[in-house]
């Protein structure tokens, strides 16, 4: 594989400056008790800057909403506990030589957690409803997406003010804000909801907005999308490469530096006609820098390792083939770095024999 001078070349945008094009994506853990990450997560993601991953973008860390968050074990990103503890964490990023950025994240409707833990409020969403069909919290207020837009900028504010290198804002994988977009969970009939995906993203423009005014023109916001939903792994949200550059460029224009376009399998396309990814589509009509995502180097998606599947080292060819083109700037990779806090050190040494699989048990442990 010839990676070197294309995986490898540094990279920078505002407060971003990183030594290659490899991100660590947000894989959720669970092991920060009452939200605060221990030093155990700190070591775990030391030891990937350490690897030489050249971003790291942290699992998913709530704000400060009382039911933003359905495991008792998901890290906060609020509180002087939770903060410190993120402290330590990019404290220990940088002195590694790393970059980091966290996920600032709000679930909105969700199934209760297995675990039995509820949130001491309902969840709230736009209408209610997680799914088609499925109600289990309450319709947000005016008064409840105002104090929540305002909370995704504190957070992103605690970033810039801890150190952190830019801020990624989770918008995709049906949790709040994009509940807000799929018109099967948003109902509404207000200036938050509405038949178009342009309309049914106000509350998404609104976030993005109050982030970039928290944290300034200079620091770096990227916001990760996926037109799946763990309800419909077949949805597209924008249908057309029209309705993706509406809805989108709304997103650029209010403050996104950075799409991460989430797919279940990055060679996948969205549109006929084109072989484009969802990154390579994104980065096509708003001209920004993207993130491809999706069983980079195995060779089976990570929504069955939940299931107990298991997934082998795969190729990077076809990967390379399209980064070359210029289809998008980043590649995000999870499983194998879950697993192998040394995965890029092997990828640009061509040591492949050396690449590990994927199992659930590594779920299980922080490595």
């Known amino acids: 594989m010839s990676t070197n001078n294309t995986l490898f070349r540094p990279f920078s945008l505002k407060s971003l400056n990183i030594k290659n094009r490899i991100v660590m994506a947000p894989m959720t853990r669970s092991f920060s008790p009452n939200g605060v990450p221990t030093a155990d997560v700190a070591a775990y993601y030391r030891k990937r800057a350490e690897g030489e991953v050249g971003l790291i973008l942290s699992e998913g860390t709530v704000i400060n909403r009382v039911s933003s968050s359905n495991d008792a074990n998901i890290p906060h990103f609020y509180g002087t506990e939770a903060l410190a503890g993120w402290q330590n964490v990019i404290n220990g990023v940088h002195a590694a030589g790393g970059a980091m950025g966290p996920q600032i994240w709000h679930m909105g409707i969700m199934d209760n957690h297995h675990s039995g833990w509820v949130p001491s409020q309902p969840f709230e969403g736009p209408s209610g409803l997680n799914r088609p069909g499925n109600t289990n919290g309450n319709t947000m207020t005016d008064a409840d997406i105002a104090d929540t837009i305002a909370a995704f900028g504190r957070a992103a504010a605690d970033a810039k003010r801890l150190g952190f290198d830019c801020v990624e804002i989770h918008g995709a994988h049906g949790y709040l804000i994009d509940q807000f977009f799929w018109d099967g969970t948003n109902q509404r009939t207000d200036i938050y909801g509405g038949k178009t995906l342009p309309e049914r993203s ?25 037109q799946w939903k763990p309800a419909d792994y077949n949805n597209l949200l924008a249908k057309t490469p029209q309705e993706l550059e509406a809805w989108l460029n709304p997103m650029a224009d209010a403050g996104v530096d950075i799409f991460h376009c989430s797919q279940r399998r990055f060679w996948e396309t969205d549109f006929e006609g084109s072989d484009l990814n969802f990154a390579g589509w994104a980065k096509k009509v708003t001209g920004k820098a993207t993130i491809t995502v999706g069983s980079v180097g195995l060779d089976g998606e990570f929504l069955a390792a939940f299931g107990g599947a298991s997934s082998n080292p795969s190729s990077l060819d076809e990967l390379l083939r399209r980064m070359n083109r210029g289809d998008f700037d980043l590649v995000a990779v999870g499983r194998p770095l879950l697993a192998d806090p040394h995965w890029v050190q092997k990828i640009r040494d061509n040591r492949t024999e050396q690449l590990k699989g994927f199992s659930k048990e590594a779920l299980a442990q922080l490595v």
């Open 202 to 226: 106000r509350f998404a423009v609104e976030v993005i907005k109050e982030v970039r005014k928290q944290v300034g023109e200079d620091f770096a916001i990227i916001i990760r999308l996926s």
